[in-house]
């Protein structure tokens, strides 16, 4: 049994109340939660949040109804590993054990079915702790990202012994992105954070990773997803 988690917390202060803002034609967080419905691997679909109208959304779509996420889950500081627990527990009280949790961030709406496909598939292959998309970075701590010494002068943040003078000889390393996450019910529910078990990599294209940061990150992902729109990638909202 596979469980499809939206987080979608009521405040935002880059951009506010983008979770439930329109975005050609629907509300944000209504891209992500089409993919979970529409997906036949999914068993039950859950929303957690602390914002009555969208969890209100949610149930009418045919969410789970686990009542609205708890205060301290819904800080700026509440941690993503904390919420998935709370929205597990919730959850298996109501349908029994899962097999596998599967969690996408409503904020990366250019995310494609192909996507949590591929997550499922790997999960299912490969059956680690947890399954997190990434993409290759633009900026490599070995060659091109910096910091400033105790006098104010650039180093590279990861230096080598023999240096790096080429992006194609630095090892390659990868930005977290929020499309996809499968992971293992059995490490959620033991595991204190991401990290403390077996991760594993699912590498999606860099112009699927954008999230919703900023007013700017907004336009550009309208943008994009005009294009995918247009190219036929996705249909348009009904």
Same mark, same amino acid.
């Given at each position: 049994m596979i469980i499809g988690h939206i987080g979608a917390r009521a405040g935002s202060k880059g951009v506010p109340g983008k979770n439930f803002r329109d975005l050609h034609g629907k509300p944000l967080i209504d891209w992500a939660l089409d993919q979970?419905?529409? /997906?036949g691997r999914v068993d039950h679909v859950v929303v957690s949040t602390d914002c009555p109208k969208m969890y209100a959304h949610g149930i009418k779509r045919g969410a789970l109804d686990i009542g609205l996420r708890p205060a301290h889950l819904a800080t700026d500081t509440a941690a993503k590993w904390d919420v998935w627990q709370h929205a597990l527990l919730e959850v298996e009280k109501q349908v029994g054990p899962a097999d596998a949790f599967l969690d996408l961030d409503c904020t990366s709406p250019l995310r494609l079915p192909e996507d949590v496909d591929a997550g499922l598939d790997l999960f299912a292959k490969e059956?680690?702790?947890?399954? !997190?998309?990434c993409c290759e970075s633009r900026k490599n701590p070995?060659? /091109? !990202?910096?910091e400033t010494?105790? /006098?104010?002068?650039?180093?590279v943040s990861k230096p080598l012994p023999h240096g790096v003078v080429a992006r194609q000889q630095a090892p390659m390393v990868y930005d977290h992105v929020g499309l996809v996450y499968v992971v293992k019910p059995s490490y959620l529910r033991t595991a204190t954070r991401l990290f403390e078990g077996h991760v594993i990599p699912l590498i999606v294209p860099n112009e699927r990773s954008l999230d919703v940061d900023s007013p700017f990150d907004w336009d550009v992902i309208e943008y994009l997803m005009g294009k995918q729109i247009a190219e036929g990638l996705r249909a348009p909202a009904k």
């Open positions: 979970l419905f529409d /997906n059956q680690p702790d947890m399954v !997190m998309s070995y060659f /091109n !990202m910096l010494d105790k /006098n104010g002068g650039l180093h």
